[in-house]
Structures are given as structure tokens and as C-alpha cells.
């Protein structure tokens, strides 16, 4: 009779400017069998670039080099299964543009070594690890735009300038500028101000092209 495979090893990557947050992590996981962490960086740039071999990616949520973070969740998701977001708070903006730009968890940053072990195991099988306050927070529908703020919103928030967007539409620049300050108005009155409107597209299905 054969003996029983064990199961095999999870390899985990770690994305966090603290230095310290890898052995912080490491020592976490000490008593863990099935979960190593294989590789660090400073950088969603740097990851990449170094191309390491990993099932799974923490994400630092704050990086400070100032990138998106739901914008570095939909750049590693093209190189790595699954990304789990670390953060020290529960901002429902970001967990849900970070949800909804593919990571696979958002996990509060504490010192409970189960719970982080269960949520690296729970997204690389494929499931999203999310606790139940947190999973309110992504069901929160985002405020209604009109056709029209759907299309202003992404065209500028894909990169287009003020008058690219007002050509685009065959609108005037002060036309875009009313509707962004609309969507800035519809967001603040849900008590979530934003301070870059771009970064609102992951909140939206992209809009059919404007006829």
C-alpha cells in the first residue's frame, strides 16, 4: 500500500516597501507546512520584472511609489494565479476596486497566523477570502451614472486629457468638466469623496464606445 502524497507546497510572494513585513510574515508562517515564501519585492515593477515563480502574491495595499493599487492587482493578475491584498484597514473603496480589478482576497493586516494561512490556502484553491464585514462592503452598489458620465469617466480615466475626451464625445471641455464634477458629487454623497476620479473606472463595467 502506497503511501499518502503530501500536499504540496504553496509558493507565496511577498510586494511591501516595509522590509520588515517579509520576516514579519515569514515568522507567521513558521509553524506552517504547506506555505513559503519564495520571493520579495519593493515594487509591482520589480515582481514583474524579476519573474519569480509564485502560486501566490501579498500585496502590500499602499505602495510608495504612489501606484494604483487596483491597477498593480490587474497587473500581477497577468503573471500570477491568484493576489491577496494586505492592508491595515478595510476602506470600502478599495476593497472593491481591488475585488473587482481580480484580486482573489483582502485580508487586514494583525498578527493571527491562521488567518492569514487559511486565506493564502483559500485563494489558491481558487475561492475568494474575504471576511463577511468585508464582503458587505464589495455588494455596495456604486452610485448610478448616466450613459453619458460612463463614457466621460472612461475616457478620462484610461488617459485621455480634458479635450481628447471633449473631441471624442463631440461635447465642449467645460461639458466634460461638469460631468466629472457630477460623478465626484454622486460619490460624495455616499460619504466616499474621491480624490482621483480614475481611479473609479474598476468601479464600472467598461461603456459601449460612444456612437
Do not use: C, F
Request: glycine share 4%; proline share 7%.
Amino acid at each position: 500500500m502506497s503511501e499518502a502524497s503530501e500536499p504540496s507546497m504553496i509558493r507565496a510572494a511577498v510586494i511591501d516597501n516595509d522590509k520588515l513585513v517579509p520576516a514579519g510574515l515569514r515568522a507567521l508562517l513558521a509553524d506552517t507546512t504547506d506555505i513559503t515564501i519564495t520571493h520579495t519585492a519593493t515594487t509591482v515593477t520589480d515582481y514583474l520584472a524579476a519573474r519569480p515563480a509564485a502560486d501566490v502574491v501579498l500585496l502590500d495595499l499602499q505602495l510608495e511609489d504612489g501606484t494604483d493599487p487596483a491597477a498593480n492587482v490587474a497587473a500581477l493578475r497577468s503573471s500570477v494565479p491568484a493576489v491577496l491584498v494586505l492592508s491595515v484597514h478595510g476602506d470600502r473603496r478599495h476593497v472593491r476596486t481591488t475585488i473587482r480589478a481580480g484580486a482573489s482576497g483582502y485580508l487586514i493586516k494583525d498578527d493571527d497566523a491562521d488567518k492569514l494561512a487559511d486565506a493564502i490556502r483559500t485563494v489558491h484553491t481558487g475561492h475568494l477570502a474575504l471576511t463577511t464585514e468585508l464582503m458587505t462592503l464589495i455588494n455596495d452598489d456604486p452610485p448610478e451614472l448616466s450613459p453619458q458620465e460612463l463614457h466621460v469617466l472612461y475616457l478620462y480615466g484610461t488617459g485621455s486629457t480634458l479635450a481628447a475626451t471633449a473631441r471624442r464625445l463631440n461635447i465642449a471641455i467645460p461639458t466634460v468638466r461638469s460631468y466629472l464634477d457630477r460623478i465626484r458629487a454622486k460619490w460624495a454623497s455616499m460619504d466616499e469623496p474621491v480624490d482621483d476620479i480614475r481611479t473609479l473606472i474598476h468601479e464600472y463595467p467598461h461603456p459601449n464606445p460612444p456612437t
